[in-house]
């Protein structure tokens, strides 16, 4: 038996949550529930649970639980924290439930709340998620699998090396071809820059559109082409 205190303010959801604790998950005891921090922290002081199963959203605030959780681990570090939250568009919110120390995040979506999900966190598991967070999870891998192997195909069919792409790179965060020449990753003078990105404009544009190409062109075309990512520009220094 482990013991449960359930943190979820719509008090629907919370009779709702409690009968899935009650009718399918029977080895664990909900011990108190909470609809605000004021009511949660006392439980927290009466008895210590387990787990504690934490909405994210609370009185209107969206940020509150993943404060809550902060606090549990700096306070509690042996209690588990799992969220169960209606928040199924805000993906920046759940990263930083899981940075707080969440083991896991389970949306009010599709199946809602088994007991794998709440046994794999009390066996010592992270990053337990339920069906519609993982179907999101691997959207978006595979969205970044895709344009990795677009930008590996560019780098081989325009014969672009480490130092081409440190060039694009920093020209795309604004330095000046003396500013790149200084880093110590660049060895080359300032005029040797200029004549490798006018060898990159011969290789990433036509002939017929190579006229009048400035840095702002080259540095859109790199992008374009995922040779440099848009997302991720961080400069050497």
């Known amino acids: 038996m482990y013991n449960v205190i359930i943190v979820e303010d719509v008090k629907l959801e919370l009779k709702g949550t409690e009968e899935i604790f009650r009718n399918e998950i029977p080895e664990a005891?909900?011990?108190?529930?909470?609809?605000?921090?004021?009511?949660?922290?006392?439980?927290?002081?009466?008895?210590?649970?387990?787990?504690?199963?934490?909405?994210?959203?609370?009185?209107?605030?969206?940020?509150?639980?993943?404060?809550?959780?902060?606090?549990?681990?700096?306070?509690?570090?042996?209690?588990?924290?799992?969220?169960?939250?209606?928040?199924?568009?805000?993906?920046?919110?759940?990263?930083?439930?899981?940075?707080?120390?969440?083991?896991?995040?389970?949306?009010?979506?599709?199946?809602?709340?088994?007991?794998?999900?709440?046994?794999?966190?009390?066996?010592?598991?992270?990053?337990?998620?339920?069906?519609?967070?993982?179907?999101?999870?691997?959207?978006?891998?595979?969205?970044?699998?895709?344009?990795?192997?677009?930008?590996n195909k560019a780098m081989l069919a325009y014969d672009i090396d480490e130092y081409d792409e440190r060039l694009l790179r920093h020209l795309a965060l604004g330095y000046t071809k003396e500013m790149i020449s200084s880093l110590p990753t660049m060895p080359f003078s300032p005029k040797s820059l200029e004549r490798r990105q006018i060898d990159l404009i011969g290789r990433l544009f036509t002939p017929s559109e190579q006229r009048g190409v400035n840095v702002t062109r080259l540095v859109v075309r790199a992008i374009e082409l995922r040779i440099i990512d848009a997302d991720n520009l961080v400069a050497d220094e």
């Open 29 to 151: 005891q909900v011990i108190g529930t909470a609809m605000t921090e004021e009511e949660f922290w006392p439980l927290m002081e009466q008895q210590l649970p387990d787990m504690v199963l934490l909405d994210l959203g609370l009185g209107g605030s969206t940020t509150i639980g993943v404060s809550i959780c902060r606090t549990i681990k700096e306070r509690y570090p042996e209690v588990k924290v799992l969220i169960f939250t209606g928040e199924v568009l805000n993906e920046r919110l759940w990263i930083d439930a899981l940075d707080a120390g969440a083991c896991g995040i389970v949306l009010k979506t599709g199946e809602l709340l088994t007991r794998g999900e709440i046994r794999s966190v009390m066996e010592g598991k992270n990053y337990v998620f339920n069906q519609p967070i993982l179907e999101k999870i691997i959207a978006r891998f595979r969205q970044s699998v895709q344009l990795d192997v677009i930008r």
